[in-house]
């Protein structure tokens, strides 16, 4: 089996087949080490957004956070303290793409081309990540500019920022915690807004010794911990999903922290969204308003015309100079490149298969024409409001039963069928139909270019937790490998 990426999707398979007994994998990654997103995302501020004792595994608990909401270090820590414990680390690759991952019909595998050589496999894990390929913006002249340029996802430690002039672009989860967190050390920062975001309290706080304590030593605390930060978390589904109208509670919350944290009305109308909340990723953060209210911030709100030497100038001719600038402006996630390079059993690649309605799988993993192979983190599994490492154990469960199944069966093909993969889509769009992300008027990379929401699931995740706990191996075309035709042929 050869797994591709070792972010939080691609460790967790490598630690549940370990377990389980699969042990013949190899995990390919591109980076140095494991950790993803979590490895990539070093910039100033970064941190998680779901509380941490929800926001890790289910099967490596960690009585150790040193506060609510993690920092980007501290989970990368954990998530590399996880795969040395595990022992899976003698089977990782890195520094190592793949460029390339075409379905051999003849002999049942999956062949590879990677940056240091050529694999079979007969299992494929996609666990390449949706937040993994920065999106840059088609700024004319950006690539011109005269200082320093990097996304926000690969920023540039290198780079020194202090007493200088900086633009950030973009005002999404990245931004936020970007611009409060290195407005002390700059001389003045242009914050480039297109939509503005709605924004809740971020209740984090570090942990006191005696909370710490009891997580060590008292059994059940974590896991308590762990299910009532699910259950307030979940609760919100009723609004997103089911009763858009709910969320006008949230607004109400949201507008009075507008109030309390910008003194300048014209800045707090600038600042207040335009769409109804929960529409687009609903951001939590304290110091975002205050780092705006600063007198060396500016918001920016006009378009940006382009980019000419040193300044950035916007729709009304105003040019406003910068020694830096830093892209805040997110990912490739419905049009992820990787799409590109695994082609399936007609040899169609997988954008050709998506072209014409979008991402679509069967469960959030297996795609038509795509055989043995299983996509972590794939369309419609993505959340806003809790823990994807949740979403993502779920799919975990699947994958590990489908990988018996085949050994337990002997079978060498697994595909699943058109009409289920349709079907399964039919419901999911119907039930997407009411949601806050279709019918809150916001543009959102929720939505792909044909107007579909292909990243998020629609219902309560312990839903999703349900219908993944087994594999449905009747919704799959099934062939028995050679050698075990007779056998497989007797169990099946
Ligand atoms: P994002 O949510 O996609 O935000 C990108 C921002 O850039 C938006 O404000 C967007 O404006 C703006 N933008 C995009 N293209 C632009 C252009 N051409 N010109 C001007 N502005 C442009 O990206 P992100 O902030 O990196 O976050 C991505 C995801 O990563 C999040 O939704 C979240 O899932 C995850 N994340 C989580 C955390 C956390 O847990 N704390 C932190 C960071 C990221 P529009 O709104 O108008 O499109």
Known sequence: ???????????????????????????????????????????????????????????????????????????????????????????????????????????????????????????????????????????????????????????????????????????????????????????????????????LPRFDRPFTRAERWAFRNIPGVLRLARAGIYAAREVQVVGLAKNPRLMKLFELLSRAKIRAEIRDPQLRRKVTPNFRIGCKRMLIANDWYPALDRDDVDLVTDGIREVNGHSIITEDGTAREVDAIVVATGFHVTDSPMFDTICGSDGRSLSQTFADKGMRAYKGTTIAGYPNMFVLIGPNTGLGHTSMVYMIESQLNYVVDAVTTMTRRGLSRLDVRQEALDAYNEELQHKLTGSVWMTGGCASWYLDAHGNNTTLWPDFTFRFRAQTKRFDVDAYETTASRNNQAGAVDEL
């Not at 967790?12 to 390919?28: I, N, P, T, Y």
């Not at 890790?56 to 040395?84: D, H, K």
């Not at 936020?176 to 503005?196: E, G, K, L, M, S």
Request: with cysteine.
């Open 1 to 199: 089996m050869a797994i591709v990426g070792s972010g939080f999707s691609g460790l967790g398979a490598a630690v549940r087949l370990d377990e389980a007994g699969h042990r013949d994998f190899v995990v390919l990654e591109r980076g140095n080490d494991v950790g993803g997103t979590w490895r990539d995302n070093t910039y100033p501020g970064a941190a998680c957004d779901v509380p941490s004792h929800l926001y890790s595994y289910s099967f490596a608990l960690n009585p150790n956070w040193t506060r609510s909401f993690s920092t980007q270090p501290e989970i990368e820590e954990y998530i590399c303290g996880v795969a040395g414990r595990a022992g899976v680390l003698d089977r990782h690759v890195f520094g190592c793409e793949v460029t390339r991952a075409a379905w051999q019909e003849e002999h049942h595998c999956w062949a590879l081309s990677t940056t240091r050589g050529t694999m079979t496999a007969d299992v494929l894990i996609g666990a390449f990540g949706a937040l993994a390929e920065p999106s840059l913006p088609a700024i004319p002249g950006i690539d011109d500019f005269d200082g320093e340029l990097f996304h926000s996802a690969q920023w540039n430690h290198d780079a020194n920022l202090a007493g200088k002039r900086v633009a950030v672009i973009g005002t999404g989860a990245s931004a936020i915690q970007i611009v409060p967190a290195i407005a002390d050390t700059v001389a003045h920062i242009d914050v480039y807004q297109r939509t503005a975001p709605w924004l």
